[in-house]
């Protein structure tokens, strides 16, 4: 699999889970540039990426609910539509240039899309187009799916471009999406490769676990209470760039 996991790789897991939580994402994309440039077998790329997308989201989701954050219907909603069509992603066979090329970019053209600038008087005042938002959730959730990701940075631009809701309701929506596509995401990719591959990859992964347990948590202890909106916004929009670049030019 990967073998014994380089220190560096497991500070790149820390960081990444620490600035993706503070977001509400999980960092599946980064982890799997990562461990494709670290020489693993992309078929196994997402099985780690969604282990460590749990992880990360899990602990953002249930901070961002006890501050109270969430705004509840409209995030089930939009993960219910995305849930199954991330498990039919999963399900679906894929090739290595496929896999990296509808990756990174997909990644870059949702980044640029958070450049878009937005008057700070137009923060939380929905556009005509928010209303549609649940309509995209199952395309965006069979994308997830089949790349082995959560989604939520598929989804966090187009809420941030239609001021759908304010970005630390968006942050927490991204949160919960990501983590129930990630766990019907890697049901798809256990039945299609089998339980003894996922428990294979994910001993191996065991540091890289670890580390983004720790980052997650200071992460997202981050977004709840001291980074400014406009600063989650652009923190997302440079990162999601960074990622679709990399994983385009590797």
């Not at 790149?12 to 461990?35: M, W």
């Not at 539509?81 to 870059?108: K, N």
């Not at 991204?174 to 089998?194: C, D, H, M, T």
């Not at 992460?219 to 923190?235: D, T």
């Amino acid at each position: 699999m990967i073998g014994l996991v380089p220190l560096s790789i497991i500070a790149a897991f820390f960081v990444t889970a620490l600035l993706y939580a503070a977001v509400g994402f999980g960092g599946g994309s980064t982890y799997a540039a990562l461990l494709a440039l670290s020489g693993m077998d992309y078929r196994l790329l997402p099985m780690v990426a969604l282990a460590c997308n749990i992880i990360v989201v899990a602990g953002s989701s249930m901070r961002f609910a006890q501050a109270r954050i969430t705004p509840w219907r409209g995030a089930l909603l939009m993960t219910s539509l995305a849930a199954p069509a991330a498990l039919l992603g999963g399900l679906t066979p894929i090739d290595r240039e496929t896999f990296m090329l509808l990756l990174g970019g997909s990644l870059l053209l949702a980044g640029v899309t958070m450049l878009i600038p937005v008057r700070e008087g137009e923060v939380g005042e929905p556009t005509r187009f928010a209303k549609a938002m649940p309509f995209i959730a199952a395309p965006l959730g069979y994308l997830a799916g089949l790349v082995g990701i959560g989604g939520g940075i598929f989804l966090a631009p187009l809420l941030h471009l239609t001021r759908w809701k304010d970005p630390r309701a968006i942050a927490a929506t991204a949160s919960i999406f990501i983590l129930v596509n990630s766990l019907f995401g890697l049901v798809g990719q256990v039945l299609k490769q089998g339980p003894a591959v996922l428990g294979g990859a994910i001993g191996a992964a065991l540091p890289l676990l670890i580390a983004v347990a720790i980052g997650g948590q200071i992460g997202s202890l981050m977004a709840v209470k001291f980074l400014p909106q406009r600063a989650i916004r652009w923190l997302t929009a440079v990162l999601v760039i960074w990622v679709g670049a990399r994983l385009l030019t590797g």
